[in-house]
């Protein structure tokens, strides 16, 4: 068990750009998670997966924002046309069913 | 989802006990109570979880009350390194779906 792994642990970039996060989950973790948090707050739901299939997309995540999961592995968010708003630290996690979240160490996206 | 409250921080010092509050009045009777850690720069990190009662493990203690309104984990002889943020969360069993967490418990440790 490696653990959740977060790829790259810091981004940044200038406003207007586009950036991509990826997440590799525990292996055989079916549920994969994306949060969002900004300093001095908990994390906010964004998405989930379960295997491949984008089950639930919060409403923060705006247009601009998109999440896939090719073969149920690994996951990648891709954020276009950044603004100053989308600075925050980006967490992944994953799960088995019945068993308890587990996070990787965040992205943290900076933009200029 | 229930809505959690909690206090904002808390102080201590190595060896003792630290027990922090949360409430949640409107906890739904399929949900499950649950508490994570998280350190600067990192992710959060599971506790534990009760649905009732008294529920122990090697890291901490959870206390729930018979009308389930408010919980109380328990650290026992904290340390500097339990210096971090506290959540409490409440939902489905180990909340399959989507987490809740507010904004948590900043607990200071000094020696």
């Known amino acids: 068990d490696t653990g959740v792994s977060q790829d790259p642990r810091h981004k940044i970039t200038k406003r207007g750009q586009n950036v991509t996060f990826r997440c590799d989950p525990i292996?055989?973790?079916?549920?994969l998670y994306w949060y969002r948090q900004t300093l001095g707050q908990g994390p906010e739901f964004l998405t989930y997966?379960?295997?491949?299939?984008?089950?639930?997309k919060s409403r923060l995540l705006s247009d601009r924002f998109s999440a896939e999961r090719p073969k149920g592995s690994f996951s990648t968010l891709e954020i276009q046309r950044t603004e100053q708003g989308d600075s925050a630290m980006y967490l992944c996690?994953?799960?088995?069913?019945?068993?308890?979240?587990?996070f990787g160490d965040g992205t943290r996206l900076s933009i200029l | 989802l229930a809505k959690t409250t909690q206090p904002i921080s808390m102080d201590s010092y190595e060896g003792q006990e630290v027990n922090i509050t949360c409430s949640h009045n409107?906890?739904?009777?399929?949900?499950?109570i649950t508490w994570y850690q998280q350190f600067p720069s990192q992710g959060p990190r599971f506790i534990i979880q009760g649905y009732k009662t008294k529920v122990t493990n090697e890291v901490a203690s959870l206390f729930i009350p018979a009308d389930r309104k408010s919980s109380t984990l328990s650290l026992p002889r904290v340390s500097l390194s339990d210096t971090a943020v506290y959540y409490c969360?409440?939902?489905?069993?180990?909340?399959?779906?989507?987490?809740?967490f507010g904004t948590g418990t900043r607990l200071q440790v000094f020696p």
């Open positions: 969360l409440v939902g489905g069993s180990y909340n399959t779906d989507k987490l809740i």
């Open positions: 292996s055989e973790h079916n549920r």
């Open positions: 409107n906890i739904a009777t399929n949900d499950y």
């Open positions: 997966f379960q295997n491949e299939a984008q089950l639930e």
């Open positions: 996690a994953s799960s088995l069913a019945l068993e308890p979240q587990h």
